[in-house]
């Protein structure tokens, strides 16, 4: 069960072009794992303020991993085209990794620091106050 403060479990997903993104590749960046389905109307709020403001910043300041959880790749590619998320978004078919991250609600999204651990966890929306602020604790630059 992922707890603050823990080493964030390592994975390696699909992402809708069919390369692989691998978490731990990304150490040296703060990245926001935001588990997430095309039917979930959260979802569909919360979307647009993360592409907010990883747009904000070009994708420099932190990464976002947004991971589908069991939807087809066809469905994904269309949602995430018409939502425009221009972050990785990738591929959870058989809900592995959202289960080893003990994923009970969607929305839900796992911050991690640059050097791969835990710094929040938040089950449901988030709007973009909320968001900013848990960046703003990973990327002091993008706090308000």
């Given at each position: ?23 731990s590749d990304l150490r040296g960046r703060p ?114």
């Open positions: 069960m992922p707890v603050v403060g823990a080493e964030a479990w390592d994975f390696t997903l699909q992402d809708v072009k069919g390369a692989s993104v691998t978490l990245v926001m794992i935001a588990f997430w389905a095309s039917w979930c109307g959260p979802c569909r709020l919360e979307i647009p303020h993360i592409t907010d403001l990883y747009g904000e910043t070009g994708g420099k300041a932190f990464e976002v991993l947004a991971v589908n959880v069991r939807e087809d790749a066809g469905r994904v590619q269309r949602f995430s085209t018409a939502y425009e998320m221009t972050f990785p978004v990738l591929l959870d078919p058989d809900g592995e990794v959202s289960g080893a991250y003990f994923v009970r609600g969607l929305p839900t999204s796992i911050f991690v620091d640059e050097q791969g651990i835990i710094r929040a966890i938040h089950t449901g929306t988030l709007d973009g106050a909320t968001l900013r602020e848990y960046i703003g604790d990973l990327v002091p630059s993008l706090a308000q």
